[in-house]
């Protein structure tokens, strides 16, 4: 039987063992598996309240860098004894 294996679990010739950082903390052997699905699905549960959030953390960031920015770039600079440029 050929090998495979993801980040998640790996298949091989004794069953399958599920991985945290590559390394096997339990092992299914095929004798115990009555029924496996393996679907497609998202990672984030509430796809709404991430959009909220990265708008959020997007208007913050704009809102902090108009606090720090450069404060009145528009406005004429003055030189020696406050001659206008």
């Given at each position: ?26 092992r299914l ?31 913050a960031g ?24």
């Open positions: 039987m050929k090998r495979y294996e993801t980040s998640e679990f790996r298949i091989d010739e004794t069953g399958i063992a599920l991985l945290r950082s590559k390394f096997p903390y339990r052997s095929f004798h115990e598996i009555e029924e496996l699905q393996i679907r497609k699905s998202n990672v984030v549960n509430n796809h709404i309240v991430v959009l909220i959030m990265g708008i959020a953390l997007i208007a704009l809102y902090i860098g108009e606090i720090f920015g450069p404060i009145n770039i528009s406005s004429p600079k003055l030189g020696y004894k406050g001659e206008r440029h």
